[in-house]
């Protein structure tokens, strides 16, 4: 079956402008994150989703940053004000149910380069 | 806060050779403990993972163990070939969270 989907798998912006990164997670699964890896880093954590609701966005760096997943499928994350330190892949994962011996598979990421 | 370090940060090795990758966490209330591969520019591809209660996992020429006491896990890898060539990573979640904590990875070069 289809594994997870990001869109656009590069991006690049002027700093100041808005963005819009989708992620299409796997059939069925509940449970979506969103992570951001920067340069010779692991991925860090940003937001999980639980069906419709955001369960924990502790991760968020600041309120520039937003994510959203209104019918609980496809989720949206919003970066308004873009700055060049936002440059980074950001990577979208899901997981059946959200439990923590789930394994989380990945999409290839988006790119995001802030000029 | 739990931290996860991976050593080494780069390691190159010849065509063939058995080699070791370490993983060391802080905190050893984890649930699991799952090592991830990323080749260059693409996504993280889920190699093997490793409940609380278990000691090992295998996966054909992989083998990852798990010392949740000393907050440690190894990833074997036999009979190493290029095609192993990309960035393993291992990560942790911390209860009760379900987000994973990640080291920053090995890198591996196998050279024909």
């Given amino acids: 079956?289809?594994?997870?989907?990001?869109?656009?798998?590069?991006?690049?912006?002027?700093?100041?402008?808005?963005?819009?990164?989708?992620?299409?997670?796997?059939?069925?699964?509940?449970a979506l994150y969103w992570y951001r890896q920067s340069l010779g880093q692991g991925p860090e954590f940003l937001?999980?989703?639980?069906?419709?609701?955001?369960?924990?966005?502790?991760?968020?760096?600041?309120?520039?940053?937003?994510?959203?997943?209104?019918?609980g499928s496809v989720s949206t994350l919003k970066i308004q004000r873009t700055e060049r330190g936002d440059s980074a892949v950001y990577l979208c994962a899901s997981s059946p149910q959200g439990r923590q011996q789930e394994t989380q598979y990945f999409g290839p990421g988006t790119r995001l380069l802030v000029l | 806060k739990q931290e996860v370090t991976q050593i080494p940060a780069a390691l190159s090795v010849p065509e063939g050779e058995n080699l070791v990758l370490n993983c060391s966490f802080t905190d050893s209330a984890i649930y699991?403990?799952?090592?991830?591969?990323?080749?260059?520019?693409?996504?993280?591809?889920?190699?093997?993972?490793?409940?609380?209660?278990?000691?090992?996992?295998?996966?054909?020429?992989?083998?990852?163990?798990?010392?949740?006491?000393?907050?440690?896990?190894?990833?074997?890898?036999?009979?190493?070939?290029?095609?192993d060539s990309a960035t393993y990573l291992c990560a942790v979640p911390l209860a009760p969270a379900r987000q994973?904590?990640?080291?920053?990875?090995?890198?591996?070069?196998?050279l024909p």
Avoid at chain 2, 39 to 62: A, V, W
């Fill in chain 2, 32 to 83: 699991n403990l799952q090592w991830f591969r990323q080749d260059p520019g693409k996504g993280l591809t889920s190699l093997l993972l490793i409940q609380s209660s278990q000691r090992e996992q295998t996966s054909g020429r992989l083998n990852a163990s798990l010392d949740k006491s000393s907050g440690r896990s190894t990833l074997y890898i036999a009979a190493s070939q290029p095609g």
């Fill in chain 1, 1 to 30: 079956g289809a594994g997870v989907s990001q869109t656009p798998s590069n991006k690049v912006t002027e700093k100041g402008k808005y963005v819009e990164l989708r992620c299409d997670p796997i059939s069925g699964h509940t």
């Fill in chain 2, 100 to 110: 994973l904590t990640f080291g920053s990875g090995t890198q591996l070069t196998v």
């Fill in chain 1, 47 to 71: 937001i999980y989703f639980q069906g419709t609701g955001a369960a924990d966005d502790s991760g968020l760096p600041n309120d520039r940053f937003f994510a959203v997943r209104p019918e």
